[in-house]
């Protein structure tokens, strides 16, 4: 029988220098469903996501369970193949002069450089991806040139180039300025007609928008709200996740917080 759980984890516990990360976690994510992880900053998603893609491990025990692709031992090579990752320390990786067709390819081979000997078939795939996701202008810059949503643009669509099943973006729209943020939203949205499911950890509500299903609140390593985005996201939420007394609203789909006067 088809388990339609990619993530599944039960009762679970993380260390890092031996400081407690994740706190007796229980979580199902579907296959079928685009979340947010959203939470303050040392609330344990980055960690919650090294747990995913096999970084780290929690510890062992007989009330514990953690299944990925509804298995317990998965091979990491499989893995990588079927979750893709995006966050913010790749950009260091890459040649400024290298193009963005070159870059996209790189993600086939799994490197961050230019290939001397790619195929017709591989060409095709990056064509294919870069038509999609509506970059063709984007096609012959240099990575340096690209403005701070161009770049995270062409980092996801080189994620999506071996069509995995998971994309687990870190913080995509981190630092970027209004014009980029929405760029770089915008694009997302569009992702949402792929076969590929969405995994968008944020602290910023306004990466929430209507193709997400669902809405998980991280903090201090707990779950401590979890549901569809309008059942979630309201002042009550938002106040004990960050420790702060705001106010929320939604205006044309999108989610805004002020913060209320002291």
Not at 18 to 42: F, H, M, Q, T, W
Not at 75 to 97: A, G, Q
Not at 127 to 141: C, D, F, P, R, T
């Amino acid at each position: 029988m088809f388990n339609k759980f990619w993530f599944e984890a039960k009762n679970i516990n993380c260390f890092k220098s031996g400081y407690r990360v994740i706190k007796d976690l229980n979580l199902k994510i579907a296959y079928s469903e685009n979340v947010i992880l959203i939470g303050p900053n040392g609330s344990g998603k980055s960690s919650l996501i090294e747990v995913i893609n096999r970084n780290i491990y929690p510890e062992v025990n007989n009330k514990s369970k953690l299944k990925i692709f509804d298995k317990e031992l998965i091979n990491l090579w499989e893995l990588r193949k079927r979750i893709s990752t995006v966050n913010n320390d790749i950009k260091n990786r890459i040649s400024p002069n290298l193009k963005v067709f070159d870059l996209i390819l790189s993600g086939l081979y799994g490197r961050y450089c230019f290939i001397s000997n790619k195929s017709e078939r591989d060409l095709y795939k990056v064509e294919s991806i870069i038509k999609n996701m509506k970059i063709s202008n984007l096609s012959k810059k240099k990575f340096s040139y690209l403005s701070d949503g161009e770049k995270q643009i062409t980092l996801i669509a080189r994620a999506l180039i071996n069509k995995p099943d998971i994309l687990i973006l870190d913080e995509p729209i981190a630092n970027l300025d209004y014009n980029s943020k929405f760029f770089v939203v915008d694009k997302i949205n569009e992702l949402s007609k792929l076969n590929t499911k969405i995994l968008c950890v944020t602290h910023d509500i306004s990466t929430i928008t209507r193709i997400y299903d669902r809405v998980i609140m991280l903090k201090d390593g707990k779950i401590i709200a979890d549901g569809h985005q309008n059942k979630v996201i309201n002042s009550e939420n938002l106040n004990k996740l960050y420790s702060i007394q705001v106010e929320v609203t939604k205006n044309n789909g999108l989610w805004n917080i002020n913060r209320l006067s002291k």
